[in-house]
DNA sequence: TTGTACGCGTTATCAA
DNA sequence: TTGATAACGCGTACAA
């Protein structure tokens, strides 16, 4: 202990906790022993003593490797900064006692907060077992904002539309579409953003031109290659995410068309898969590592009952060389 | 507690923890209860008191997001079986207080084990961090084997003897090839894998065509223009890892140089990028899910102390669009 | 095969 | 402003 070592006993705990009733000369000789000794409370006892423990979840389950890897380096960020841990875990979403897993992880865990990324935000299993736990959470880009509960999202509705307002004013007016997971609830903002969209500028929604996708690069290349089979083919393609993106450019090499010469293409998200494929996508800029370090912000804050918050970042359209004026 | 709904006291713990001594009867007694109220035994009360955290702690400072991600999804999958948890943190393998951040990290959490990757498992100040703390680590891709610690590994020096040779079957005589990151110890197991195969072939080592990279995206571009750029440029590049070959494709549209007609590119890895791009790479699968899998199991397993294990997985290569034989 | 007492390192409560 | 003491929920050692 570093109270023999200082001068005091367990007033080392009101140090380190930084609570107030310590008087200056006591907290600065508790320091240096706590320096000297390298000492660090210890998780457990700590979490085993006290509701606190330092330790965020995050809770995944999305086929995009690359969305879930951003989303950390937030949260690591922001609970380096404030001591705290991360802990994760992949779930599965369709898994019928997707409740009862994360019940018993967060009881398990008595974690402090957890974070819930799509699809799991819009999971009511998830969101009741964390409820009857009394877990905080925070969920990421949910469908709709939900009675007591906090969210950080993008406008994804705007985002589209903004990406489609794009591409028709470059003059596109066969666009295709290909859509996002149906159990995201981005995914259909977007998608109502480009019908949005259309509407506004006077275009017709052509139903063979809206094809589903899952999010993933081969739902893109299935999806890809529908459009582009069509007799009277899209003159652009906007996917919901840039690994279908990507993969559209892929299958428009089998039909030997020229990007964007012959076709635009537009993703979503600006991965790092859009700056790699070439040419590199034109795409929408979702803030993934700052909405994570705001979801943490939101956990560790709410210690004080605040009741939920609700949290909305900007995108950014990324113009890059996959997108062009039709030729026609 | 279920010891209440069950019939005995505190023989749950006994059946939490798999031990024998329980008979039958008892046994499924407990379990009904356990199953009935859901009881979770805690992780704090555990880590506690006793030895055991059930907590495994991935480290990592690594330019590449895949690999790390790839990297947790195998961790992930054998934590679940195990009834273990992760908890990851990211480190920055060049501050001057590596040491005193890993040995905080360690006795904090009391971590069952800790998983070293690259290039962290080559920083003497976290490996002796980790013994002082005598917590177990298990090292992935490590420069060399160490005393008393465990690692698992391809044999990175083969798997680039085997690019390099099947290059050269292919009638490549000019081969650049793109280093990683010098930190890395896979890193130069591949540039003497590279040279090995020359060697063995007869050809000569060119430096001009050998030029250092970091294993990331842009420093794979730079790396790949100036490669390019030479009078006498090579007709083959052989990248250290996916992330700057994908880059080489990139830059050798700059050069309007026709991939593999014009230029042969291969990567390392079998990352996701890898089947992205077009055209997709040639390169050499590392089991990268397998290699974590097996670190975590080595890491449970080690409750007995059987001293270092060393544990070496198969690669694989894999041949895509992006090579073929030199057209002229 | 099962139960009892004790302790793990910290925080919380209440006195001093 | 500080210090004693009792939890926190479990595992371990030993006794029954």
Chains 1, 2 share one sequence.
């Not at 652009?236 to 892929?250: Q, R, T």
């Not at 994570?292 to 939101?298: K, P, Q, R, W």
Request: aromatic share 6%; proline share 5%; hydrophobic share 40%.
């Amino acid at each position: 202990m570093a109270n023999r070592a200082g001068v005091s006993i367990k007033t080392v705990s009101r140090v380190v906790n930084r609570q107030s009733n310590v008087s200056e000369a006591t907290r600065k000789a508790v320091m240096e022993a706590v320096d000297a000794l390298s000492y660090r409370p210890n998780v457990f006892a700590r979490g085993l003593a006290s509701e606190r423990s330092f330790l965020i979840g995050l809770l995944y389950d999305n086929p995009s490797l690359s969305y879930a890897a951003a989303l950390q380096i937030g949260v690591l960020a922001r609970c380096r900064e404030e001591g705290y841990h991360m802990i994760v875990e992949s779930l599965d979403a369709q898994s019928p006692n997707l409740g009862s897993q994360v019940h018993s992880l967060v009881t398990e865990s008595t974690l402090h907060g957890v974070i819930l990324t799509p699809p799991l935000c819009d999971m009511p299993a998830a969101i009741d077992a964390l409820n009857r736990a009394r877990t905080p959470f925070v969920r990421i880009a949910p469908e709709k904002p939900l009675a007591n509960s906090s969210d950080v999202r993008i406008d994804d509705h705007k985002a589209a539309y903004d990406m489609t307002a794009y591409l028709i004013g470059l003059g596109h007016k066969r666009i295709g579409f290909i859509k996002g997971h149906p159990d995201h609830g981005a995914a259909n903002a977007r998608f109502e953003g480009y019908r949005a969209a259309l509407a506004h500028a006077g275009l017709p929604l052509i139903e063979e031109l809206c094809v589903q996708g899952f999010f993933s690069y081969l739902s893109g290349m299935e999806a890809g290659e529908r459009l582009l089979s069509l007799k009277k083919r899209p003159t652009a393609i906007f996917a919901s995410n840039d690994d279908m993106a990507a993969a559209v450019l892929a299958a428009s090499q089998r039909f030997n068309l020229k990007i964007p010469q012959q076709l635009s293409v537009a993703g979503f998200d600006d991965s790092f898969v859009a700056q790699v494929v070439w040419p590199r996508l034109t795409t929408c800029r979702q803030p993934i590592k700052e909405m994570a370090e705001a979801a943490v912000s939101m956990l560790i804050q709410k210690t004080a009952e605040d009741g939920p918050m609700e949290r909305r970042l900007d995108h950014e359209l990324i113009v890059r060389e996959s997108t062009a004026p039709p030729t026609s």
